[in-house]
């Protein structure tokens, strides 16, 4: 060990013999149920894992900062160790007369995720529709009801003929509903 990482050493076991008791009181606030031989131990700890680092010597612009924000890593890894797993099949609540499991609020959350991916591919499947129009009657569905403009606006703007704009529309709603009920009743999987 050359004399620079001595003396990186002994920077370092100096500050943590001044600071310890500081550094164990602020793990103990972070640490709800922390008896007093945890907090020591993380301390501990993290004093081990940088007096044992490979260069000490390294510079570290601000050491209380750098430990600190060590022990505060820690102290996040051991609550994340600590977290209580849950049992599916163990009852959410004694009171209750009708007891709930986990498992049970899981499987109700699928009906609404079956329900989130039938709205999905109904969407998908009305700009199929949308798509297969002829591009007069797309431009005008488009215009209308996905950018919100109005048919005054549009018949001023592409200088078309207000009853000519609402025929377009009407008969593309009708072969959207067309192609919509086609696929209600093709075979699954088709």
């Not at 060590?70 to 004694?94: F, T, W």
């Not at 009657?137 to 703007?157: C, D, K, M, P």
Request: net charge negative.
């Amino acid at each position: 060990m050359t004399e620079k990482q001595k003396q990186g050493r002994s920077l370092l076991a100096g500050f943590f013999r001044r600071e310890y008791r500081a550094m164990v009181n602020y793990v103990r606030m972070r640490i709800d149920d922390a008896a007093e031989h945890d907090s020591e131990d993380i301390v501990q700890d993290v004093m081990a894992s940088f007096l044992s680092a490979a260069d000490v010597t390294a510079p570290i612009n601000n050491l209380a900062a750098y430990c600190y924000q060590g022990l505060r890593n820690r102290v996040i890894d051991m609550l994340r160790r600590r977290r209580k797993h849950e049992s599916l099949d163990a009852p959410l609540s004694q009171e209750s007369e009708v007891p709930m499991t986990l498992y049970d609020v899981i499987a109700d959350a699928t009906h609404d995720t079956e329900h989130l991916v039938e709205n999905k591919l109904q969407k998908e499947n009305i700009m199929e529709a949308i798509d297969d129009l002829p591009d007069e009657q797309r431009a005008v569905v488009i215009a209308t009801e996905i950018e919100g403009r109005s048919f005054s606006e549009l018949a001023e703007t592409w200088e078309v003929p207000l009853g000519t704009l609402l025929a377009r529309k009407s008969r593309a709603f009708e072969k959207i509903r067309n192609n919509l009920r086609a696929l209600e009743q093709a075979p699954q999987g088709s």
